[in-house]
């Protein structure tokens, strides 16, 4: 993980993050502050700010379809820890919901 006391930085969180499971979870985080992506079932978009070792996301717009066999895990996001190529995913109480690696695809 980020060396405690050491701020995250852009270069770290940018780009494509993705977990091998139903429906192909996977958040994009873009320059700008914003997020997009899917909990793999429905497309979620947000914006984010660094906070020190980690990025806070706002409360995202979600689309509401249902999908059998997907575990929407993703949906809880609030903040996100960067552990070399591993993104470590946690809700709003603090616990991990489980983690994205970097994404080497175009998407």
Known sequence: MTEPG????????LGAWAADEPGDPRLDFA?????????GCNGISTTYIIDGERALLEPFASTLKACIDVDD???????VIVDGDTMHVYDRGGEELGSLQR???AG
């Open 6 to 13: 050491t701020a995250l930085t852009p270069e770290q969180l």
């Open 73 to 79: 895990w993703l949906r809880g996001i609030d903040t």
């Open 31 to 39: 320059d700008d502050g914003t997020v997009s992506g899917t909990d």
């Open 103 to 105: 994404a080497t695809d």
